[in-house]
């Protein structure tokens, strides 16, 4: 496609209820990244992925969120047993290329899914 | 870890005039500066980025100058125009982690 997709673009969980959003990257986009954006605040770093790999995943809140990128493209992020506090813009974004290069390039992020933990 | 600070958090600026944004970073070894912009119920856009190795960049209405020994670096948009009311955030990244430290953003107004 031309651009990040993520889906859904809004999602309402109950509390306790697991959730899980999906991340198109740009196609050939070697590294993908997870944002976390709370109402007024700037994007929080969750994890980053260079192909399957998860390189880091320091920013992840709590051991129910868990991120995947099985064959190097798309990715899921799944928060379990969801708690009022996950509330928040998750942000998804995609560059051409890797730590492998040493080069930071240009970031393109999504347009996010809002999840409302009610 | 890096940590970026963005001040001020709220600018209004009359039609025309121009606009500034500071930043600074704590990470000596941070090597690239985005700039994004948020219009409401979207994804950040990069609008103009500037590697540790210049001082400056300039593009159209839109300049970044980066002072590396005070760890400072700014936005300037010129001839403010309606459409450039968002919300803009700098954001800095160190090329053994490749993850961008964001700072919390400053939403600016252009009053007609």
């Known amino acids: 496609g031309a651009g990040v997709s993520q889906s859904p673009r809004y999602k309402v969980a109950k509390r306790g209820q697991d959730v899980a959003l999906r991340c198109d990257p740009i196609?050939?986009?070697?590294?993908l990244f997870w944002y976390q954006q709370a109402l007024g605040q700037g994007p929080e770093f969750l994890t980053y992925f260079q192909n399957e790999a998860q390189l880091d995943k320091s920013g992840l809140p709590s051991d129910r969120f868990f991120a995947e990128r099985p064959e190097g493209s798309v990715s899921t992020l799944k928060i379990q047993r969801t708690q009022q506090e996950d509330s928040a813009v998750y942000l998804c974004?995609?560059?051409?290329?890797?730590?492998?290069?040493?080069?930071?390039?240009?970031?393109?992020f999504g347009q996010g899914t809002r999840l409302t933990v009610v | 870890g890096e940590n970026v600070e963005q001040h001020p958090s709220t600018l209004s600026v009359q039609e025309g005039d121009s606009a500034v944004i500071k930043c600074t970073y704590s990470?000596?070894?941070?090597?690239?500066f985005p700039w994004y912009k948020q219009e409401l119920g979207k994804g950040p856009q990069l609008i103009i980025d500037i590697r540790s190795n210049v001082g400056e960049k300039k593009d159209q209405r839109i300049a970044v100058t980066l002072n590396k020994t005070a760890k400072h670096f700014s936005l300037h948009i010129t001839e403010t125009q309606p459409e450039d009311s968002a919300v803009y955030f700098c954001a800095a990244s160190i090329a053994r982690d490749d993850k961008i430290i964001f700072g919390k953003g400053t939403r600016l107004h252009i009053l007609p």
């Open positions: 974004a995609s560059s051409l290329v890797g730590r492998v290069n040493g080069l930071n390039t240009e970031a393109f």
């Open positions: 990470d000596s070894a941070s090597n690239y």
């Open positions: 196609s050939g986009h070697v590294s």
